[in-house]
């Protein structure tokens, strides 16, 4: 199940400089952790509001990952590297447990944003049945 496509983001990253298979990744863990937030809900969708809103929050997942750089980070913090200084330029980073922590975080924030409308807010909602509304009695 793919709620993005290559082509789409391309189209919306033009620079992004992502390879395909490098998109894959980065797509696969976006869609992991999307059904992790919405208990599996998420792999159910089929209206095209709810299709619609999960494959802008794939995006907005994926322009996370770009930007936060986090695999790298929490590479060099497990490696024991606290401060690299390389003629003048300076890199530090934090411990892994905190940079994960922060990256989760975030990425929780941006599931809930995304499909927090009313469209698509059933698959958050953490508590009782859920019935779609051509379903409901």
């Given at each position: 199940m793919s709620w993005l496509s290559f082509e789409s983001f391309q189209a919306r990253h033009p620079d992004s400089?992502?390879?395909c298979a490098e998109f894959a990744a980065l797509a696969g863990?976006?869609?992991l952790a999307i059904n992790e937030a919405t208990f599996w809900r998420?792999?159910?969708?089929?209206?095209?509001?709810?299709?619609?809103?999960?494959?802008?929050?794939?995006a907005q997942l994926?322009?996370?990952?770009?930007?936060?750089g986090a695999d790298s980070a929490i590479g060099a913090s497990?490696?024991?590297?606290?401060?690299?200084?390389?003629h003048g330029?300076?890199?530090?980073?934090?411990?892994?447990s905190q940079t994960l922590a922060a990256v989760e975080q975030q990425q929780k924030?941006?599931?809930?944003?995304?499909?927090?409308g009313p469209g698509t807010r059933w698959m958050l909602y953490a508590g009782g049945v859920?019935?779609?509304?051509?379903?409901?009695?």
């Open positions: 400089g992502l390879s863990k976006a869609e998420a792999a159910t969708a089929a209206d095209p509001v709810s299709l619609a809103a999960l494959g802008e929050c794939v994926i322009e996370l990952a770009m930007t936060t497990l490696s024991g590297v606290t401060s690299v200084n390389n330029y300076t890199e530090s980073y934090a411990n892994a924030r941006i599931i809930r944003s995304a499909l927090a859920y019935h779609p509304p051509g379903r409901r009695h």
